[in-house]
Each structure stands twice: as structure tokens, then as C-alpha cells.
């Protein structure tokens, strides 16, 4: 694999955990082989090891669909991160989704240049529907993975690959991934960690379809400040903390800038129903009495009329926004 190959997995990976909100606190060679990221989400502290190469084509004429990765440049027995998460990885460069393999099955292999295979359909569907389970004739589960769910993928391997073990939970996790219905009879005669990690995919399978539905409606831009730079986050306008009352659709959706939505989120400024972003004065004043306004006015001449998606059916819920401001105790 050529060092431009390597800086490209090295930057997609540090790109996917951004995306959700992972801080990375270093960033590790490119040609390192397990790459250390040390990684900061929320309340989590923690590493994870990736061994990551391209996917290529297999090969065999015979085997038109088959993608592979060649594990070159490792030694058998592979490493594992004593205190926290290692990934085995392939990337797709085209659709920028990743092969996630059993590492339970490959840690250890036999000397050359080993290689572990996964379907074209496979990574497809991930793409479509942000993961993709594939049982394959030894009864591996390979896992395709958009890059948005990666961070996802990273923390519950483990899980995801053992759930090969019940053809009923593979069949409740991919209904999971692409958003669809579950039984209840059979989602409940799971084992409870199985029930646990379905029910963990259909809760980032949704935001992830939220986010992705929101950003591309915003085009990528703040609708504050309308930048770019690939520093834009979804933002719900009636929180998740409201339970059913806050849902993943576009209309309670609106990209911002993540000091914005840090700013939105704790009611410093808020939506009124004529589309414009405001301060709320009461928190200033609070904070105007702790000494901690320094900056608020040139905080306040980028708030006015937000920018707004280009399909109308695509633009904040009036309904959403009013129900949001009572929500905060907005006046």
C-alpha cells in the first residue's frame, strides 16, 4: 500500500470520528500499524487501535463482486488495546465506507500476505442504509460501515460480530441499520447484550439519517454564518432531552456552526417562528453578572434571518421551533 493510500485511510478515519463528535487528541502516522488514536466523546476517555488497508478487487474472474484487503506489513499475532478498542478495517475509497472484519478470526494467520474478503453488495447497502451485515460461508459476519458510523462500529465490534452467532438478531440488526420495524416477538427472545446493541444501532442509525438529512439540506453551511468548512453539526431544534417530543426529521433540524449549536442547545440564543436567530436576553444579563459576557455583541451581529435550505418542505417546522422556545422557557 502507498504512503499516499495510508495518509488517505489516516485522514478519512480522523474525518469519521469528527463527524460525530470525537475529539482526537493526537494523530498518529500514517504507516503505523495498529494506528493509536486516543480519542474524548462526552464522558469517554479512551484509545482505539485501527489496522486499516484499501480494498481492492480479489481478483478471480470467477468472483467479479469480491473486494479484499491484504494484510501486509503486520506481524501474526496482531496486537490488541489492553485499555480500550481495537478495529480490523478495509476502506472503499469510492464510496468511502469501510469492511469491518471479525478480529477474533484474524489476529492470528499465517505468514505472506493473508488476505479477507467481503461482497461489492455488501459495502452498497452499507452506503445506503449506513451499515451492511454479510454471513459468509464460514460463518464470519463482515460488517460494511459508512464512514458516519465508523465511531459506532469501533465501540461495539465485539457485539456486532457476535451477533453471527443468531440468524434472528443479523436480521433484527440490518432492520435496525436501514431504519425498518422488528418484530417484537423476536427482538425480545434475544439475549439481552443482543437486544442492547440493536437497539444501540437503530439509535445512531437514526441520527446519523438526521444528520445526513440536515446538512445536505443546509448544503454544508451554517445557517448563521453560512461557512463551510467542514465545521457544520445537525442540531435538533425541540432537544432529544424531550423525549418523544423531539423527532429525527429535517423539519426540527438546522445546521450550525458548533459554537452556535453549543449556544443554541444551552438556550443563549434560540429560533423565533419568523426565522430569525436571536439572543436570549435573560442569559445574557445572567451573564453580564458573572463577568463572562466578553464578546457578545460581536457574538450578536451574526444573528438575524438564518439561511434557509432551498426546498421549502426542507425549512424549520413553525411548530418545532414554538414548542422548542416553551420547551427552554424562551418568552
Not at 489476529?107 to 461482497?119: H, K, Y
Not at 460461508?137 to 464512514?147: D, P
Not at 438526521?210 to 453560512?226: E, G, K, M, W
Not at 445546521?255 to 439572543?279: C, N, S, V, W
Amino acid at each position: 500500500m502507498t504512503l499516499q493510500s495510508r495518509e488517505i485511510i489516516n485522514r478519512t478515519i480522523l474525518d469519521a470520528l469528527a463527524e460525530v463528535g470525537v475529539a482526537v487528541l493526537n494523530e498518529p502516522s500514517a504507516s503505523a500499524h495498529p494506528r493509536r488514536y486516543l480519542i474524548v466523546r462526552d464522558d469517554l476517555h479512551s484509545s482505539v487501535w485501527v489496522y486499516c488497508w484499501m480494498l481492492t478487487h480479489g481478483g478471480r474472474p470467477s468472483l467479479p463482486n469480491e473486494y479484499r484487503i491484504q494484510m501486509t506489513s503486520v506481524a501474526s499475532p496482531l496486537s490488541i488495546n489492553p485499555n480500550g478498542y481495537t478495529v480490523l478495517l478495509g476502506y472503499d475509497r469510492d464510496r468511502r465506507v469501510f469492511a469491518g472484519y471479525d478480529l477474533t478470526r484474524h489476529t492470528t494467520f499465517t505468514s505472506g500476505s493473508p488476505s479477507v474478503q467481503v461482497q461489492l453488495n455488501t459495502l452498497n447497502l452499507a452506503l445506503q442504509n449506513g451499515m451492511a451485515f454479510e454471513t459468509k460461508s464460514n460463518n464470519e459476519i463482515v460488517i460494511g460501515v459508512r464512514s458516519d458510523l465508523l465511531f459506532f462500529y469501533c465501540l461495539n465490534a465485539i457485539e456486532l460480530h457476535l451477533l453471527g452467532e443468531d440468524a434472528t438478531a443479523i436480521e433484527a440488526a440490518t432492520r435496525a441499520s436501514a431504519l425498518q420495524s422488528i418484530e417484537l416477538e423476536d427482538f425480545t427472545n434475544l439475549p439481552e447484550r443482543r437486544r442492547t446493541v440493536i437497539q444501540e444501532t437503530t439509535r445512531w442509525s437514526r441520527s446519523a439519517s438526521f444528520r445526513r438529512q440536515v446538512l445536505s439540506a443546509y448544503d454544508n453551511r451554517c445557517a448563521v454564518t453560512r461557512r463551510q468548512l467542514r465545521l457544520v453539526e445537525a442540531a435538533h431544534i425541540m432537544p432529544v432531552a424531550a423525549g418523544a417530543r423531539s423527532i429525527d426529521d429535517v423539519r426540527n433540524g438546522i445546521a450550525l456552526a458548533p459554537t452556535y449549536h453549543r449556544a443554541f442547545d444551552a438556550g443563549l440564543i434560540y429560533l423565533d417562528e419568523g426565522m430569525k436567530m436571536r439572543l436570549n436576553p435573560p442569559l445574557v444579563d445572567a451573564l453580564r453578572g458573572m463577568d463572562l459576557s466578553g464578546g457578545i455583541d460581536e457574538f450578536e451581529s451574526s444573528l438575524g434571518l438564518v439561511h434557509l435550505p432551498a426546498n421549502p418542505v426542507q425549512r424549520p417546522d413553525p411548530y418545532f421551533i414554538r414548542i422548542a422556545n416553551e420547551y427552554r422557557g424562551i418568552q
